[in-house]
């Protein structure tokens, strides 16, 4: 087993860098760059943070120092691990990275550090994840998320998931060798109750899902509509600063243009777009086929209406009167469609909301003014997170995109084994897709992951993680 070492702090320079390593030889390593300065100092007491000097290759003093030797087993990675934790410039971190690979350390790749943590049985594929997560999480929520599957909740009660179908698959075997008892061993309504009760706990476990990846990710909202309109003002109001270009030619803003934010609380990419018309001009032309693509790609859509334009008809007729709008709710499909009266400052429509805007939430807001931006905002977590929008899932276990593409296969295969079970087919037949089901609830803790699944998770993490 080879001893690894990274640099486990950002690049650039810091208050604190530290350099860790990992593996048989990092004890030694260690002792062969670092001179304590205790004269009572005998050798690394473990988990004792020693002051000292890190020598460099001709062993001249390069700083002054922490370091801390941890051995394995019960360590991050469960095998012998030491840190030099060094003042945080860039010249002295690489020279102790480099004196480390010279004593013959080899570069960790990316994740390997939790790599050998999973391999090492220290935790399951769910809470390596969950490492990475972690250091991504954009809200309180999302940290909440991600602590709880480090912690091994997710990965738990998967587990007893799994434990589940196991024992069904005992008595299925029983079934199968003594047909003749069949009857006591697994009655089919018996058996298809079994399933139903794990088909709910997959369920269960994937009802968070939606929310936790709108928490982690953050929510993809796009600004649409009119040219002139008030995007750009709306989203530099929304941002608290100007970002966009904002002026009274219509066709301002060309291209897309995109900001991560906070809008109560939920992590949001803010997009605002081209205006929507009918144009010839090239440039533009592009310009509105990116807010087509925009409009599709949305996780949740505001169409902004120019009150100053449409006060006269717009609010009282049947049918939309502009037909920016017409084109973004027919591109927006599914999606869900905040309405957005604009420039109340100047222009408040005598019937609010427009008649034709039955269906959709409304707000008359002015972006110029700041008025009612507040409940614009409420009004978008509402929108996005949907009916459970004041609450996150009651216990705050949720599976990433992943880890649902795992419970999503067992739970379609559980289905399909509840209606082989009740249309009589043969308990050999059924024991198959009870391996693969409980397969697929293994893929979330990694319990016989293929290198490449491996691979793809680890290669996500950063280097010295
Ligand atoms: N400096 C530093 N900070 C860090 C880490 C680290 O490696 N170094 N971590 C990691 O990247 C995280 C802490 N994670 C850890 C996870 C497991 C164990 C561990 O296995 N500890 C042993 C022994 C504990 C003891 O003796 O008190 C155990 O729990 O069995 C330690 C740290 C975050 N902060
Ligand atoms: N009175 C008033 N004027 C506004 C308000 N919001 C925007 N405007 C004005 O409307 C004009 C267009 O604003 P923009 O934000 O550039 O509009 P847009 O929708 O981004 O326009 P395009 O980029 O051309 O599609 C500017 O002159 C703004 O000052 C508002 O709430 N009240
Ligand atoms: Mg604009």
Redesign the pocket.
């Known amino acids: 087993m080879s001893t690894i070492a990274a640099i486990a702090t950002p690049p650039g320079a810091g208050g604190i860098a530290i350099v860790r390593m990992c593996g048989p030889q990092a004890k030694e390593m260690l002792a062969r760059m670092f001179l304590p300065f205790s004269p009572h100092f005998e050798n690394f007491r473990p988990w004792m943070l020693y002051r000292g000097r890190i020598l460099d290759s001709d062993r001249e003093a390069l700083d002054d120092a922490l370091a801390v030797f941890m051995p394995g087993p019960h360590t991050y990675t469960g095998e012998d691990m030491t840190e030099i934790h060094c003042h945080g410039g860039p010249f002295i971190v690489r020279t102790v990275l480099e004196n480390a690979l010279r004593l013959g350390a080899r570069l960790a790749e990316r994740g390997e550090f939790s790599r050998r943590a999973f391999l090492n049985g220290r935790m399951e594929l769910s809470q390596a994840e969950a490492v990475a997560e972690m250091i991504a999480a954009p809200s309180r929520e999302a940290l909440r998320y991600s602590l709880n599957r480090l912690e091994g909740l997710l990965g738990r009660r998967t587990l007893v998931l799994r434990e589940k179908l196991d024992a069904l698959r005992a008595q299925v075997c029983l079934a199968v060798d003594f047909p003749e008892e069949d009857v006591e061993c697994l009655a089919p309504q018996a058996f298809a109750l079994a399933v139903d009760d794990v088909i709910v706990g997959v369920r269960r476990l994937l009802a968070g899902q939606k929310r936790a990846r709108l928490m982690q990710h953050g929510a993809l909202v796009v600004l649409a509509?009119?040219?002139?309109?008030?995007?750009?003002?709306?989203l530099?109001a929304l941002l608290g600063r100007t970002r966009?270009?904002?002026?009274?030619?219509?066709?301002?803003?060309r291209d897309f243009l995109e900001e991560m934010c906070e809008i109560d609380g939920l992590p949001v990419c803010l997009t605002?777009t081209?205006?929507l018309r009918a144009t010839a001009e090239p440039v533009e032309s592009l310009g509105v086929a990116a807010s087509h693509q925009k409009l599709r790609e949305a996780d949740a859509i505001v169409l902004?209406l120019?009150?100053?334009r449409l006060h006269e008809q717009g609010a009282a007729a049947p049918t939309c009167p502009d037909p920016a709008a017409v084109e973004a709710l027919a591109l927006a499909g599914e999606t869900p469609v905040l309405v957005v009266w604009?420039?109340?400052?100047?222009c408040m429509p005598k019937v609010f909301p427009p008649r034709w805007s039955a269906g959709f939430p409304c707000r008359a807001?002015?972006?110029?003014?700041g008025e009612h931006l507040d409940e614009l905002a409420r009004d978008l977590r509402t929108l996005v997170l949907g009916d459970g929008a004041g609450s996150a899932t009651p216990d705050g276990i949720a599976p990433n995109v992943r880890q649902a593409g795992a419970l999503n296969e067992a739970l379609v295969e559980l289905q399909a084994l509840k209606t082989d079970i009740l249309a009589g087919q043969p308990y050999d037949c059924c024991a198959v897709r009870l391996d693969t089901a409980a397969t697929r609830l293994g893929d979330v803790t990694g319990v016989a992951s293929p290198a490449e699944v491996l691979n793809r998770v680890f290669s996500q993490f950063c280097i010295g993680k």
């Open positions: 509509g009119a040219v002139n309109a008030g995007k750009s003002s709306l530099n966009a270009l904002v002026t009274e030619f219509p066709g301002t803003t605002d081209a205006g902004v120019d009150g100053a604009n420039k109340s400052d100047i807001v002015s972006a110029l003014s």
